[in-house]
C-alpha cells in the first residue's frame, strides 16, 4: 500500500505539473485528458485480463455504454456531470455482469471470440438507434468544469481515485481468488474458490472502469460515435496493458501515454502508419517483453536507481560510530558492539540482514552487562572475505575473548542462533547458556533456489529490504525503528545477501550441537513465516537441557515484536543459572 | 553397433536432466536402463527420438544423428512408445495403428501382427482411442510403434499400468520380436523383468549412468539388488 | 409468404457457403496448429489485394486468382513459422494476443500499400438469374423465385472447395497427420509426423482459403481494407456451430448461418411492418443477431454446437 500511496503522490506531482506547464495550451490539455481517460480504461481492463486472466477484446463497449448513459443522464435528464460519470460506470458495469454470465462457461480463445462479439453488437446496436444519434452519434457534450485545465485536473482526480481502489481491490481476498481463477481454474476450485463469482466480480468491475472511462471522455472530448468505442479502440486497450505490463497498476498509464500519444502524432497524414506501429508494439511486447514497461521500470528500480542513494547511505551510517557504541579489533578486523548495564555477561548475536539495533530494547536486563555486536560482514564492523557461519562463530569466540566476557549467556537471533549453535559446539565451556530465538535449526535453513534473484536485488532496493523485515517481524508497530533496520541492513556486504543464504544452507551441525550440555532456551513464534514449528522443536530436541517456549502472536522477531515479553522470559532464563 | 551415444545431454531450461551419459546398443541386443524416479531415462529416449532437444554426439548405425528431426529419426527405423502412452484419443484405435506406418512399414501387415499380439485391440477396433482403458491405451502404444517395423525399438515404461498377466504377454511378445533380430532399448520401472529380460544394462542415477554391465551380473550384484530391486 | 420464406433461403445458402469456407478455414488452424487466427480475415483481404494487383498488371483473372491464393500461402506460412513458432508453449492469450497485432499490422499495411480508396473487382461468374415460379397452389400471387446466376455458382465454388477441402483433411494422409498432431504432439513426433510442416500446412491451406472467399466476395464488397473483417465475424460463427475442430461441421455450421440470418430480417422485417416500426432497417440488425447467436451458442455449448468428447484443452 505504501508504494501505491508513493506511485499516486508522484503521479499526481507531475500529472499537476504536466497542467500547469501546459495550461494555456487547450491541444494539449486534451491529450493530456485522454492519456487519463484511456489509463482508467486500460486499469479496468488489466483488472480482468492481467488480474483474473480473462482476455477481452470488447472493453471499449464498456466505454461507450458509459459515455451514452452518462451523456443522456447529463444532457437529456439533467443529472449533476460528475454523478453521471459515476451512474455511466455503473450502466457499464451492469452490462458487465449481464456479459460476464454467459462468459462464465467459456475460456481462452472462446471467451475472447464472444467478447469480440459483444464488443461490436454494441457498436452496431448504438449505431442504429435514432435517439442516440445513430451513425452521427452525438455533439456538443457539455463539459464538467468550465476549461480544459480543469477537465483535465478533474480527470486526472478520477483516475487517482480508481487507482487506489484498484490497489485495495486487488490485494483484498478478492483479488487474490482472481489470481487464483488466472493461474489455473481447477486448482482454483479445489481451494474452493467460487469461480463464477470470481470472474464475475472482475468482469462487473472492469465494466464499471470502462463506463467511468467512457463516461469522462465523452464530457471531455464533446463528441462520441458508437464507430469510436468499435474493436480497433478493444485493441488500442489491450495494446496499452501489454504495453505497460500485464496485471501491472501503473502500466496501464504507461500503456496509455505511449498509443494515445502515439495516435495524436500519426493523426496527420500517417493514420495506416499508426495500425501499424501498434500492432508491432502488441507483437513485439507478447514475444519480447511480456512482463511490459512497468515491470521493466520496477526491477530497474529495485535493481539499479536506488544504488547512489545506497551508496551515501552507507557512507554517512557507517560513519555514526558515535552513536553510543564502541569499536574493538578482533583478528584484525573492527568490530562494532552496543553495551549496557552491569554484572555478568549477556551477548546478544542478531540474525541475517541484522545489527546490534535489533537489540535495542532487550539490553536494559538489570543485574546483567549485555553485550550486542554486528558480526563482520554486517552493520558497522568490518567485511570478512567469506560468509560463513563457523567464521561468524570464530569472530564471535575472539571477541567474547578480546572483551574479557568469562562464561556469557549467548543469544542467538535467527542466522544468530546458528552461529551460536556452532561456538557453543565447538567450544563448549565458552558458554554459560543459550539462547535460540527463532533460530535456524542444526541441520541448516535451506533458501529456495529460484528465492536467490530477489535476494540479490535486497541489495540493490532498500524498499524490497523493508518490506522483507515486516514480514520478518509481523507484529512490530514501530515504523521508525523498521525504518531503521532497514537501513542498518543496507549496511551489509556485498556478497553476504546469497552469501548468508547459502552459509544457512552449507550449516549442518545435526548430531553435533549436543555438544553443548549446558542450560539452553528455545524461543520460536507462531506467526513465522521462515522457521517452521518443526524446525524449532528439532533444535530443541537436540539438547539435553533445553526448554521450548513458544509464543503465539510474535513472528521471526520476538525481541523487537514484544520486547517487555522478551526480557521478562530471559530474565527468568538468566536468573536459573 | 546399432546406437553409440557420448556425453549426450538433455536439459530443461535450467534443469539437466541428463548430464552427458554414453551408452551403446549392439546388433540384435536388447539394452535396459534402470533408475529411480526423474533419474533421466524418459529424457535419454526422447532425446534420441529427436522429440527434446540433446546435446552430445548419438550415432546410429553409423551416422550421426546431429540434428536430424524426429520424423527423420522414425524413417530411419528409430522409433519410440513413448511413456504415458500418448495415442490419438479422437481417432478410432485402427487409424491410431495406421498413423504407426505413418513414415514406414506396411500398414497391413502391421496390423495383422498389432491384433495378433494384442486381440483386445482388435475387438476394439472402431472404438476412439480415448475410450480405451490405460491398460489397452499401452497396448496400443506397443502396437502403433511396433507398425514402423522399428530397427531399434525405445519403450519408455512399456509394463505400466499393464495387470502382471498382461506384462508377461508383452514380455512374451517383446522376446519374439528380438528373436527377428530387432534391437531394443529398454526403459522400465519393473527393474526384475527389465534385468531379467535384457542382454545388457545401464542405472541411471541423477542424469549420470552409475554403473553397466550384463544384465545377469546386474540382477546379482547386492547394490543393485537392495537399491533398484528391493530384495 | 412461403415465396418469401424460399426467396430467403435462396439467397442465404451462398452468403452461408462464404461464411463455412471462411469457418472452415478459422477451424482448420485452430482445430491442428490450434491457434485462434484473428487476422484470418485480414490475411485474406491481404491475398486478395495482391490477387487484384496481379489482376491489374496481367489482365489475366485466373493469374490473379492464382497468385493472391499463393500469396496467402506464403503468408500463412510466414505467419505460422516466424511468429507462432515463437509462442508455441506459451499461454493461449499470448498467441491470440499476436495474431491481433498481426490483424492490425495488416490492416494497416494494406492501407499505406493500397490505399483507402475501394477498387473494383470483376465478376467471376457471369449468368442469367434462374427464374423458378411455384405452382400457384403454393404461391397465390404467382411471384417467381430469383436464383440470380452468380450467386448460384459462387454457391458452388464456397461450397466445393471447402467440402474439398474440409474432406481431404479427413481423410488424406497428410490431413489425418494433422489431426493426430492436434490430438497429442508426443504421439505425432514419436510415429514420424513432420509436425512443423502439418503446421504450415494448415496455416498455409487455412489463410489461402480466406483468400478464396475474398475474391468470392469481392465483386459485392469491392477491394477494401475492410473487406473481410465482418465475413470474419460469421466465420468465427460458423466454425462455434460446428466446435472449431470439425471443419465439417463450420462448413454446414455457415450454411445454417447464412439461411439464419435471412430468416432473421425476414421476422425483423415483418415485426418491424406489423409494429409500425419505422425509420429502422432489418438488414442493421443483422450482424447484432448473429452474434448474439455467437454469444448465447457459446455459452450454452462453451465448446461449440458439434464438439467432440476428448478436449481437454483451450
Ligand atoms: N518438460 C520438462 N520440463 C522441466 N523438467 C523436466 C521436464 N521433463 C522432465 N523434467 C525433469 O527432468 C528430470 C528427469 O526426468 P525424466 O522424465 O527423464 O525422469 P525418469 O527417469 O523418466 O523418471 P520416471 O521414472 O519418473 O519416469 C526430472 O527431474 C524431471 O523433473
Ligand atoms: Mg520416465
Same mark, same amino acid.
Given at each position: 500500500?505504501?508504494?501505491?500511496?508513493?506511485?499516486?503522490?508522484?503521479?499526481?506531482?507531475?500529472?499537476?505539473?504536466?497542467?500547469?506547464?501546459?495550461?494555456?495550451?487547450?491541444?494539449?490539455?486534451?491529450?493530456?485528458?485522454?492519456?487519463?481517460?484511456?489509463?482508467?480504461?486500460?486499469?479496468?481492463?488489466?483488472?480482468?485480463?492481467?488480474?483474473?486472466?480473462?482476455?477481452?477484446?470488447?472493453?471499449?463497449?464498456?466505454?461507450?455504454?458509459?459515455?451514452?448513459?452518462?451523456?443522456?443522464?447529463?444532457?437529456?435528464?439533467?443529472?449533476?456531470?460528475?454523478?453521471?460519470?459515476?451512474?455511466?460506470?455503473?450502466?457499464?458495469?451492469?452490462?458487465?455482469?449481464?456479459?460476464?454470465?454467459?462468459?462464465?462457461?467459456?475460456?481462452?480463445?472462446?471467451?475472447?471470440?464472444?467478447?469480440?462479439?459483444?464488443?461490436?453488437?454494441?457498436?452496431?446496436?448504438?449505431?442504429?438507434?435514432?435517439?442516440?444519434?445513430?451513425?452521427?452519434?452525438?455533439?456538443?457534450?457539455?463539459?464538467?468544469?468550465?476549461?480544459?485545465?480543469?477537465?483535465?485536473?478533474?480527470?486526472?482526480?478520477?483516475?487517482?481515485?480508481?487507482?487506489?481502489?484498484?490497489?485495495?481491490?486487488?490485494?483484498?481476498?478478492?483479488?487474490? *481468488?482472481?489470481?487464483?481463477?488466472?493461474?489455473?481454474?481447477?486448482?482454483?476450485?479445489?481451494?474452493?474458490?467460487?469461480?463464477?463469482?470470481?470472474?464475475?466480480?472482475?468482469?462487473?468491475?472492469?465494466?464499471?472502469?470502462?463506463?467511468?472511462?467512457?463516461?469522462?471522455?465523452?464530457?471531455?472530448?464533446?463528441?462520441?460515435?458508437?464507430?469510436?468505442?468499435?474493436?480497433?479502440?478493444?485493441?488500442?486497450?489491450?495494446?496499452?496493458?501489454?504495453?505497460?505490463?500485464? =496485471?501491472?497498476?501503473?502500466?496501464?498509464?504507461?500503456?496509455?501515454?505511449?498509443?494515445? =500519444?502515439?495516435?495524436?502524432?500519426?493523426?496527420?497524414?500517417?493514420?495506416?502508419?499508426?495500425?501499424?506501429?501498434?500492432?508491432?508494439?502488441?507483437?513485439?511486447?507478447?514475444?519480447?517483453?511480456?512482463?511490459?514497461?512497468?515491470?521493466?521500470?520496477?526491477?530497474?528500480?529495485?535493481?539499479?536507481?536506488?544504488?547512489?542513494?545506497?551508496?551515501?547511505?552507507?557512507?554517512?551510517?557507517?560513519?555514526?560510530?558515535?552513536?553510543?557504541?564502541?569499536?574493538?579489533?578482533?583478528?584484525?578486523?573492527?568490530?562494532?558492539? *552496543?553495551?549496557?548495564?552491569?554484572?555478568?555477561?549477556?551477548?546478544?548475536?542478531?540474525?541475517?540482514?541484522?545489527?546490534?539495533?535489533?537489540?535495542?530494547?532487550?539490553?536494559?536486563?538489570?543485574?546483567?552487562?549485555?553485550?550486542?555486536?554486528?558480526?563482520?560482514?554486517?552493520?558497522?564492523?568490518?567485511?570478512?572475505?567469506?560468509?560463513?557461519?563457523?567464521?561468524?562463530?570464530?569472530?564471535?569466540?575472539?571477541?567474547?575473548?578480546?572483551?574479557?566476557?568469562?562464561?556469557?549467556?549467548?543469544?542467538?537471533?535467527?542466522?544468530? /542462533?546458528?552461529?551460536?549453535?556452532?561456538?557453543?559446539?565447538?567450544?563448549?565451556?565458552?558458554?554459560?547458556?543459550?539462547?535460540?530465538?527463532?533460530?535456524?535449526?542444526?541441520?541448516?535453513?535451506?533458501?529456495?533456489?529460484?528465492?536467490?534473484?530477489?535476494?540479490?536485488?535486497?541489495?540493490?532496493?532498500?524498499?524490497?529490504?523493508?518490506?522483507?523485515?515486516?514480514?520478518?517481524?509481523?507484529?512490530?508497530?514501530?515504523?521508525?525503528?523498521?525504518?531503521?533496520?532497514?537501513?542498518?541492513?543496507?549496511?551489509?556486504?556485498?556478497?553476504?545477501?546469497? /552469501?548468508?543464504?547459502?552459509?544457512?544452507?552449507?550449516?549442518?551441525?545435526?548430531?553435533?550441537?549436543?555438544?553443548?550440555?549446558?542450560?539452553?532456551?528455545?524461543?520460536?513464534?507462531?506467526?513465522?513465516?521462515?522457521?517452521?514449528?518443526?524446525?524449532?522443536?528439532?533444535?530443541?530436541?537436540?539438547?539435553?537441557?533445553?526448554?521450548?517456549?513458544?509464543?503465539?502472536?510474535?513472528?521471526?522477531?520476538?525481541?523487537?515484536?514484544?520486547?517487555?515479553?522478551? *526480557?521478562?522470559?530471559?530474565?527468568?532464563?538468566?536468573? /536459573?543459572? | 553397433?546399432?546406437?553409440?551415444?557420448?556425453?549426450?545431454?538433455?536439459?530443461?531450461?535450467?534443469?539437466?536432466?541428463?548430464?552427458?551419459?554414453?551408452?551403446?546398443?549392439?546388433?540384435?541386443?536388447?539394452?535396459?536402463?534402470?533408475?529411480?524416479?526423474?533419474?533421466?531415462?524418459?529424457?535419454?529416449?526422447?532425446?534420441?527420438?529427436?522429440?527434446?532437444?540433446?546435446?552430445?554426439?548419438?550415432?546410429?548405425?553409423?551416422?550421426?544423428?546431429?540434428?536430424?528431426?524426429?520424423?527423420?529419426?522414425?524413417?530411419?527405423?528409430?522409433?519410440?512408445?513413448?511413456?504415458?502412452?500418448?495415442?490419438?484419443?479422437?481417432?478410432?484405435?485402427?487409424?491410431?495403428?495406421?498413423?504407426?506406418?505413418?513414415?514406414?512399414?506396411?500398414?497391413?501387415?502391421?496390423?495383422?501382427?498389432?491384433?495378433?499380439?494384442?486381440?483386445?485391440?482388435?475387438?476394439?477396433?472402431?472404438?476412439?482411442?480415448?475410450?480405451?482403458?490405460?491398460?489397452?491405451?499401452?497396448?496400443?502404444?506397443?502396437?502403433?510403434?511396433?507398425?514402423?517395423?522399428?530397427?531399434?525399438?525405445?519403450?519408455?515404461?512399456?509394463?505400466?499400468?499393464?495387470?502382471?498377466?498382461?506384462?508377461?504377454?508383452?514380455?512374451?511378445?517383446?522376446?519374439?520380436?528380438?528373436?527377428?533380430?530387432?534391437?531394443?532399448?529398454?526403459?522400465?520401472?519393473?527393474?526384475?523383468?527389465?534385468?531379467?529380460?535384457?542382454?545388457?544394462?545401464?542405472?541411471?542415477?541423477?542424469?549420470?549412468?552409475?554403473?553397466?554391465?550384463?544384465?545377469?551380473?546386474?540382477?546379482?550384484?547386492?547394490?543393485?539388488?537392495?537399491?533398484?530391486?528391493?530384495? | 409468404?412461403?415465396?418469401?420464406?424460399?426467396?430467403?433461403?435462396?439467397?442465404?445458402?451462398?452468403?452461408?457457403?462464404?461464411?463455412?469456407?471462411?469457418?472452415?478455414? #478459422?477451424?482448420?488452424?485452430?482445430?491442428?496448429?490450434?491457434?485462434?487466427?484473428?487476422?484470418?480475415?485480414?490475411?485474406?483481404?491481404?491475398?486478395?489485394?495482391?490477387?487484384?494487383?496481379?489482376?491489374?498488371?496481367?489482365?489475366?483473372?485466373?493469374?490473379?486468382?492464382?497468385?493472391?491464393?499463393?500469396?496467402?500461402?506464403?503468408?500463412?506460412?510466414?505467419?505460422?513459422?516466424?511468429?507462432?513458432?515463437?509462442?508455441?508453449?506459451?499461454?493461449?492469450?499470448?498467441?491470440?494476443?499476436?495474431?491481433?497485432?498481426?490483424?492490425?499490422?495488416?490492416?494497416?499495411?494494406?492501407?499505406?500499400?493500397?490505399?483507402?480508396?475501394? #477498387?473494383?473487382?470483376?465478376?467471376?461468374?457471369?449468368?442469367?438469374?434462374?427464374?423458378?415460379?411455384?405452382?400457384?397452389?403454393?404461391?397465390? +400471387?404467382?411471384?417467381?423465385?430469383?436464383?440470380?446466376?452468380?450467386?448460384?455458382?459462387?454457391?458452388?465454388?464456397?461450397?466445393?472447395?471447402?467440402?474439398?477441402?474440409?474432406?481431404?483433411?479427413?481423410?488424406?494422409?497428410?490431413?489425418?497427420?494433422?489431426?493426430?498432431?492436434?490430438?497429442?504432439?508426443?504421439?505425432?513426433?514419436?510415429?514420424?509426423?513432420?509436425?512443423?510442416?502439418?503446421?504450415?500446412?494448415?496455416?498455409?491451406?487455412?489463410?489461402?482459403?480466406?483468400?478464396?472467399?475474398?475474391?468470392?466476395?469481392?465483386?459485392?464488397?469491392?477491394?477494401?481494407?475492410?473487406?473481410?473483417?465482418?465475413?470474419?465475424?460469421?466465420?468465427?460463427?460458423?466454425?462455434?456451430?460446428?466446435?472449431?475442430?470439425?471443419?465439417?461441421?463450420?462448413?454446414?455450421?455457415?450454411?445454417?448461418?447464412?439461411?439464419?440470418?435471412?430468416?432473421?430480417?425476414?421476422?425483423?422485417?415483418?415485426?418491424?411492418?406489423?409494429?409500425?416500426?419505422?425509420?429502422?432497417?432489418?438488414?442493421?440488425?443483422?450482424? +447484432?443477431?448473429?452474434?448474439?447467436?455467437?454469444?448465447?451458442?457459446?455459452?450454452?455449448?462453451?465448446?461449440?454446437?458439434?464438439?467432440?468428447?476428448?478436449?481437454?484443452?483451450?
Amino acid at each position: 500500500m505504501r508504494g501505491t500511496l508513493r506511485y499516486m503522490a508522484v503521479t499526481a506531482a507531475v500529472g499537476i505539473l504536466a497542467g500547469a506547464v501546459f495550461s494555456g495550451q487547450s491541444f494539449i490539455l486534451v491529450i493530456l485528458s485522454q492519456i487519463v481517460v484511456f489509463s482508467i480504461a486500460a486499469l479496468g481492463l488489466n483488472l480482468l485480463t492481467g488480474m483474473a486472466g480473462q482476455v477481452s477484446i470488447g472493453n471499449a463497449a464498456f466505454m461507450s455504454i458509459g459515455a451514452y448513459a452518462s451523456v443522456v443522464l447529463a444532457t437529456r435528464l439533467g443529472v449533476p456531470v460528475p454523478l453521471a460519470a459515476v451512474l455511466g460506470g455503473l450502466a457499464a458495469a451492469v452490462f458487465g455482469f449481464l456479459i460476464g454470465l454467459p462468459a462464465l462457461r467459456m475460456k481462452g480463445f472462446y471467451l475472447a471470440i464472444a467478447t469480440m462479439a459483444f464488443g461490436v453488437v454494441v457498436e452496431q446496436l448504438i449505431a442504429v438507434i435514432p435517439a442516440l444519434g445513430a451513425h452521427d452519434g452525438i455533439r456538443n457534450i457539455p463539459s464538467f468544469l468550465p476549461g480544459e485545465l480543469w477537465t483535465y485536473l478533474f480527470n486526472l482526480a478520477f483516475y487517482l481515485v480508481l487507482l487506489w481502489a484498484a490497489r485495495r481491490v486487488a490485494e483484498s481476498p478478492v483479488g487474490l *481468488r482472481w489470481r487464483m481463477v488466472r493461474d489455473g481454474e481447477t486448482p482454483a476450485r479445489s481451494f474452493g474458490v467460487d469461480t463464477a463469482r470470481a470472474k464475475l466480480s472482475a468482469f462487473t468491475l472492469s465494466a464499471f472502469y470502462g463506463g467511468v472511462a467512457g463516461s469522462l471522455y465523452a464530457h471531455t472530448v464533446g463528441y462520441i460515435r458508437s464507430a469510436d468505442f468499435g474493436l480497433g479502440r478493444s485493441l488500442d486497450l489491450l495494446a496499452m496493458i501489454m504495453i505497460g505490463g500485464l =496485471g501491472s497498476y501503473q502500466g496501464g498509464l504507461a500503456g496509455a501515454v505511449i498509443i494515445v =500519444g502515439l495516435r495524436f502524432f500519426f493523426s496527420r497524414g500517417f493514420g495506416p502508419w499508426l495500425s501499424v506501429i501498434i500492432g508491432g508494439l502488441l507483437v513485439a511486447f507478447t514475444l519480447f517483453f511480456p512482463r511490459g514497461i512497468a515491470w521493466g521500470a520496477t526491477l530497474n528500480w529495485h535493481k539499479r536507481l536506488q544504488v547512489p542513494y545506497l551508496w551515501l547511505l552507507r557512507k554517512i551510517r557507517r560513519r555514526r560510530t558515535s552513536m553510543d557504541g564502541s569499536s574493538v579489533v578482533v583478528s584484525g578486523k573492527n568490530m562494532f558492539y *552496543r553495551e549496557a548495564g552491569e554484572g555478568r555477561p549477556v551477548v546478544l548475536v542478531h540474525g541475517n540482514t541484522g545489527s546490534c539495533l535489533w537489540w535495542r530494547d532487550a539490553m536494559d536486563l538489570p543485574g546483567w552487562r549485555t553485550v550486542a555486536p554486528d558480526l563482520p560482514n554486517f552493520g558497522r564492523s568490518d567485511a570478512l572475505d567469506v560468509a560463513d557461519i563457523d567464521a561468524y562463530a570464530d569472530s564471535l569466540a575472539a571477541f567474547i575473548d578480546v572483551l574479557g566476557l568469562k562464561r556469557p549467556v549467548v543469544v542467538g537471533h535467527s542466522l544468530g /542462533g546458528a552461529v551460536v549453535m556452532s561456538l557453543a559446539a565447538r567450544k563448549p565451556e565458552l558458554a554459560a547458556g543459550i539462547v535460540l530465538v527463532d533460530s535456524a535449526s542444526p541441520s541448516g535453513l535451506k533458501t529456495p533456489e529460484e528465492h536467490y534473484p530477489v535476494i540479490e536485488l535486497y541489495r540493490t532496493s532498500r524498499d524490497l529490504m523493508r518490506k522483507a523485515l515486516s514480514g520478518v517481524a509481523p507484529t512490530l508497530k514501530d515504523e521508525r525503528l523498521l525504518d531503521n533496520l532497514a537501513d542498518d541492513a543496507m549496511l551489509m556486504a556485498p556478497h553476504a545477501y546469497a /552469501g548468508n543464504a547459502r552459509a544457512l544452507e552449507r550449516f549442518d551441525y545435526a548430531g553435533r550441537a549436543g555438544a553443548f550440555t549446558g542450560p539452553v532456551l528455545v524461543l520460536w513464534g507462531r506467526k513465522d513465516v521462515i522457521v517452521t514449528e518443526a524446525m524449532a522443536r528439532e533444535t530443541a530436541a537436540a539438547y539435553k537441557n533445553a526448554k521450548l517456549s513458544i509464543w503465539d502472536d510474535a513472528g521471526h522477531s520476538p525481541m523487537v515484536e514484544n520486547a517487555e515479553r522478551f *526480557r521478562k522470559e530471559l530474565l527468568d532464563f538468566l536468573a /536459573g543459572i | 553397433m546399432v546406437l553409440e551415444t557420448t556425453a549426450f545431454a538433455v536439459s530443461y531450461g535450467k534443469i539437466e536432466a541428463l548430464k552427458g551419459v554414453s551408452i551403446a546398443v549392439g546388433d540384435k541386443e536388447a539394452v535396459a536402463v534402470i533408475g529411480a524416479n526423474g533419474a533421466g531415462k524418459s529424457s535419454l529416449l526422447l532425446g534420441l527420438a529427436g522429440i527434446v532437444e540433446s546435446r552430445g554426439a548419438a550415432v546410429y548405425r553409423g551416422r550421426d544423428l546431429g540434428v536430424l528431426p524426429s520424423h527423420g529419426r522414425v524413417k530411419d527405423g528409430l522409433v519410440l512408445c513413448p511413456e504415458g502412452r500418448h495415442v490419438f484419443p479422437e481417432l478410432p484405435v485402427e487409424e491410431n495403428l495406421r498413423l504407426g506406418a505413418y513414415r514406414r512399414g506396411r500398414a497391413r501387415q502391421g496390423l495383422e501382427k498389432a491384433y495378433e499380439l494384442f486381440p483386445r485391440l482388435a475387438e476394439r477396433r472402431r472404438q476412439a482411442a480415448g475410450y480405451l482403458s490405460g491398460g489397452e491405451q499401452q497396448m496400443l502404444a506397443i502396437g502403433r510403434a511396433l507398425m514402423a517395423e522399428p530397427e531399434l525399438l525405445m519403450l519408455d515404461e512399456p509394463s505400466l499400468g499393464l495387470a502382471p498377466v498382461l506384462v508377461d504377454q508383452v514380455f512374451e511378445a517383446l522376446g519374439r520380436l528380438r528373436a527377428t533380430g530387432m534391437a531394443m532399448l529398454l526403459v522400465e520401472q519393473n527393474a526384475v523383468k527389465a534385468l531379467g529380460f535384457a542382454d545388457r544394462a545401464y542405472i541411471l542415477e541423477t542424469g549420470r549412468v552409475v554403473m553397466e554391465g550384463r544384465a545377469r551380473e546386474l540382477l546379482n550384484d547386492g547394490r543393485v539388488r537392495s537399491a533398484y530391486l528391493g530384495i | 409468404m412461403l415465396v418469401k420464406l424460399l426467396q430467403s433461403i435462396i439467397f442465404g445458402l451462398p452468403q452461408g457457403a462464404l461464411y463455412g469456407l471462411m469457418g472452415f478455414g #478459422l477451424s482448420l488452424v485452430f482445430g491442428t496448429a490450434g491457434v485462434m487466427n484473428f487476422a484470418h480475415g485480414n490475411a485474406g483481404m491481404v491475398g486478395v489485394f495482391v490477387g487484384w494487383t496481379v489482376l491489374v498488371l496481367t489482365k489475366s483473372l485466373p493469374a490473379g486468382i492464382v497468385a493472391g491464393l499463393a500469396a496467402g500461402a506464403v503468408l500463412g506460412a510466414f505467419m505460422d513459422r516466424v511468429l507462432m513458432k515463437r509462442v508455441r508453449g506459451l499461454s493461449h492469450g499470448s498467441m491470440l494476443i499476436i495474431t491481433l497485432g498481426v490483424l492490425m499490422i495488416l490492416d494497416g499495411l494494406a492501407l499505406i500499400v493500397w490505399g483507402t480508396e475501394p #477498387l473494383l473487382f470483376p465478376d467471376l461468374f457471369s449468368g442469367l438469374p434462374i427464374l423458378w415460379t411455384l405452382p400457384p397452389a403454393l404461391n397465390p +400471387s404467382g411471384m417467381p423465385l430469383i436464383i440470380p446466376g452468380n450467386d448460384l455458382r459462387t454457391f458452388l465454388a464456397a461450397l466445393g472447395s471447402a467440402l474439398l477441402l474440409a474432406a481431404f483433411f479427413r481423410w488424406s494422409k497428410p490431413g489425418l497427420a494433422a489431426r493426430a498432431r492436434a490430438q497429442d504432439e508426443v504421439g505425432a513426433k514419436a510415429v514420424g509426423i513432420n509436425v512443423a510442416a502439418s503446421d504450415t500446412l494448415a496455416w498455409s491451406v487455412g489463410v489461402a482459403s480466406a483468400v478464396l472467399a475474398g475474391f468470392l466476395i469481392a465483386p459485392k464488397t469491392t477491394v477494401a481494407p475492410t473487406m473481410l473483417v465482418n465475413l470474419q465475424l460469421y466465420g468465427f460463427t460458423a466454425a462455434v456451430f460446428g466446435g472449431f475442430s470439425s471443419m465439417m461441421g463450420a462448413v454446414i455450421g455457415g450454411l445454417a448461418l447464412g439461411v439464419i440470418e435471412k430468416l432473421v430480417v425476414l421476422g425483423l422485417d415483418e415485426a418491424f411492418m406489423a409494429g409500425g416500426v419505422a425509420g429502422v432497417n432489418a438488414v442493421d440488425f443483422q450482424l +447484432s443477431v448473429v452474434l448474439i447467436i455467437i454469444i448465447v451458442t457459446l455459452a450454452a455449448r462453451p465448446t461449440g454446437l458439434f464438439a467432440s468428447k476428448f478436449k481437454g484443452k483451450v
